[in-house]
């Protein structure tokens, strides 16, 4: 088949700055393998995507740290998520899909400034267009907890223990998620990935049913991360830092 590589990138108007950025974390198209180019050409992938191009750009979403528009993630997750031997069975155009718009109903759907009847109208509209395994997965790596729910620390356990209770699907789009983030974020805030990275390293190693490989994959790069920040972390991180890097040193195979 002919295969559409416009997926590849969004249509953006960037600067070199930006577009050296997007390079640096995602793989060149020449790159891709033969699946990944067949899987992110798929119509469902493709509706997916301009589906979530469209609902990050209409609140202006953007990433932290580099201003990159929004959509530079979902594309990357979906990139990973189609590179997976989880990916090669029959329903991997629905994962891959669901990886393109994994981010919509948590950061779009609930935006802060949204009223609940648009709330329910957008998730009527998600749930009419897209398959109804597409829709699970977005589901289950949204997360479920508030900022009803206490502290971050509780947060972070609702929302680990939902990703344990997920699919191996929605497992692997979480994987995916986590390794693509995990190099802005310490990168560009070193301060904040004091916490974020024992919280991820804590996702990782407690939910074992996606995709080996890619969780391996992620499990080193969190283990290198963290070994970095280590020396300058500080009484008050070093501690949970290691405790983190040994856990995931556990489960390497």
């Not at 201003?67 to 891959?96: D, F, K």
Request: charged share 25%.
């Amino acid at each position: 088949m002919a295969f559409d590589l416009d997926y590849c990138f969004v249509v953006l108007k960037v600067n070199t700055v930006d577009a050296e950025l997007w390079l640096r974390y995602d793989m060149p198209m020449e790159k891709l393998s033969t699946q990944q180019k067949f899987l992110l050409s798929h119509p469902l992938v493709i509706q997916a995507r301009e589906y979530a191009k469209a609902a990050h750009e209409s609140i202006d979403q953007r990433r932290n740290h580099t201003n990159l528009p929004y959509m530079t993630h979902p594309i990357a997750v979906a990139r990973i998520v189609a590179g997976t031997s989880m990916a090669q069975g029959v329903h991997g155009p629905e994962a891959v899909a669901a990886a393109m718009l994994h981010d919509v109903i948590e950061d779009v759907v609930r935006h802060k400034d949204r009223p609940e009847a648009d709330r329910e109208r957008m998730m009527l509209e998600i749930k009419s267009r897209f398959p109804f395994l597409v829709v699970k997965h977005v589901l289950e790596v949204t997360n479920v907890a508030t900022h009803a729910d206490r502290n971050r620390a509780t947060r972070c356990q609702i929302n680990k223990q939902h990703i344990i209770e997920t699919s191996p699907l929605g497992a692997t789009i979480k994987y995916a998620d986590i390794n693509h983030n995990v190099h802005d974020i310490l990168e560009h805030d070193p301060q904040f990935a004091l916490t974020y990275l024992p919280e991820k390293a804590d996702v990782v190693f407690s939910a074992a049913q996606g995709d080996h490989d890619l969780r391996m994959q992620t499990v080193a790069l969190l283990i290198k991360s963290m070994e970095s920040l280590i020396p300058t972390a500080g009484s008050k991180f070093v501690g949970r830092l290691k405790q983190s890097v040994r856990n995931l040193q556990s489960i390497r195979s």
